[in-house]
């Protein structure tokens, strides 16, 4: 099944401090084909997809195209490197969780595990090492001329700007690329499948959702962008009550570098751990209206009762002492905006051009509890079909 994304003017923030500056200076993305599963869906029936899967290759490939570009966004080897890279150092440091310090360095050799984190260390400065190069030698280049280098507008170029000089290597950046995949590509991917898991199961959503994003964009002249993604409040709010019903159980987790006094005198020695309980907030009745209900549309209410709509507060990428699913504070998630927009424009262009349902006789799995972790199952098939009628943007 293919989702064809030409979006051409996407704007996007790579992950940073500095996320507002480069999402200004981000220019047009060009989505090719993403790659769903195995073939088109052409014709007008149910075709089952494993969703989770065929999620985590659209967001890898999507990321990969605002964090280093073409080519290297569109190579398999890449794609597969990036998420065998997260799946194996997540397993890692899991694995290596449970056992004594002392003997952490004896396993991780027994297992191999730190040969494999450095293979696909090495793997990746092989596969990004042209492109890096390239870009040196460019920059080269124009400064012997006098000219200032204007490089491509992605992650990879604002890191070249940015890094310490003995930081601008082949070796430092790709790492930096395979570390920035590790905190953005599972967590997009996770979100993005609990909400079409969510979509699927309160399908009544589906059509008001479909209808903004239709009239957004067509007052947009036909045209996808950040403007528009952000007018797609339908979409914003399930998003926020997908987050909000599939939230860990903790969140902000912080450990204290020196003694530190609370306002309220609580006293912390240095190297005491701190979490925030994400998940009772969000189910908590003195915090969230009926908060059992899953209510698509709760955020969109909200916003609609807030002075002249707008979003106070109510934002999906909105970070709060009780909505902590992106953590909060200093050390909030940098790239929120961007997996916010990058989610809202995969499903712009699936639930314009496709229906989904569960196949017959299931429903919504459980998410699945990993200590403080939440999962949506890894197997659930969806079914996916094409909605009938021509496209109705030439984006599509
Ligand atoms: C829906 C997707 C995502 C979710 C749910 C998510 C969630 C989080 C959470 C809960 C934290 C910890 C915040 C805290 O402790 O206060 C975090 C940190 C972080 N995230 Fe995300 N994230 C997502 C996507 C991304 C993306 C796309 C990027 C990069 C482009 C990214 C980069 C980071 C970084 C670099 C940190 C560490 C920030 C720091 O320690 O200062 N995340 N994320």
Not at 57 to 81: K, M, Q, Y
Not at 91 to 108: D, E, Q, V
Request: hydrophobic share 40%.
């Amino acid at each position: 099944m293919l989702i064809n994304l030409t979006n051409r003017e996407h704007a996007r923030r790579p992950a940073g401090r500095d996320t507002s500056r480069l999402g200004r200076r981000a220019s047009g993305i060009s989505y090719q084909w993403l790659v769903l599963s195995s073939g088109p869906i052409l014709v007008s029936q149910w075709v089952s997809v494993d969703f989770f899967s065929t999620a985590l290759r659209i967001i890898a490939r999507v990321s990969a195209r605002s964090f280093i570009g073409l080519p290297v966004c569109r190579n398999e080897d890449w794609l597969n490197l990036a998420i065998a890279f997260t799946e194996d150092l997540i397993a890692t440091a899991s694995n290596l969780g449970t056992i004594s310090k002392l003997f952490r360095p004896f396993y991780a050799y027994m297992w191999n595990s730190a040969k494999t984190i450095k293979s696909h260390k090495r793997r990746a400065q092989t596969l990004l090492a042209p492109t890096i190069q390239k870009r040196f030698e460019e920059q080269r280049l124009a400064e012997e001329n006098g000219a200032v280098y204007q490089g491509p507008n992605d992650l990879l170029q604002w890191l070249i700007d940015r890094v310490e000089p003995h930081h601008k290597t082949v070796d430092a950046l790709s790492e930096l690329q395979l570390l920035v995949g590790l905190a953005s590509v599972f967590a997009t991917a996770r979100t993005l499948v609990t909400m079409i898991y969510d979509l699927a199961e309160h399908r009544d959503c589906i059509q008001p959702m479909r209808e903004e994003m239709e009239t957004v964009i067509s007052e947009n002249g036909g045209e996808l962008d950040r403007g528009v993604l952000r007018k797609m409040r339908k979409t914003d709010s399930f998003l926020r009550e997908s987050m909000r019903m599939g939230t860990f159980l903790l969140s902000f987790n912080r450990m204290a570098m020196k003694n530190v006094t609370l306002s309220d005198g609580t006293y912390l020695p240095k190297g005491t751990l701190v979490a925030a309980p994400a998940l009772m907030f969000s189910s908590d009745p003195d915090f969230v209206e009926d908060p059992e209900t899953f209510d698509g549309f709760r955020w969109y209410k909200k916003t609609l009762e807030a002075k002249a709509g707008a979003l106070m507060g109510n934002g999906s990428a909105t970070t709060s002492s009780n909505n902590l699913a992106f953590g909060h504070g200093k050390h909030a998630c940098p790239g929120r905006y961007f997996a916010v927009e990058e989610i809202k424009t995969i499903l712009t262009f699936i639930l314009l051009q496709y229906d989904i349902k569960y196949p017959e006789g299931q429903s919504r799995p459980p998410n699945i509890q990993i200590g403080e972790l939440a999962s949506p199952n890894r197997t659930q098939k969806i079914m996916f079909k094409k909605l009938p009628g021509p496209k109705k943007f030439s984006f599509l």
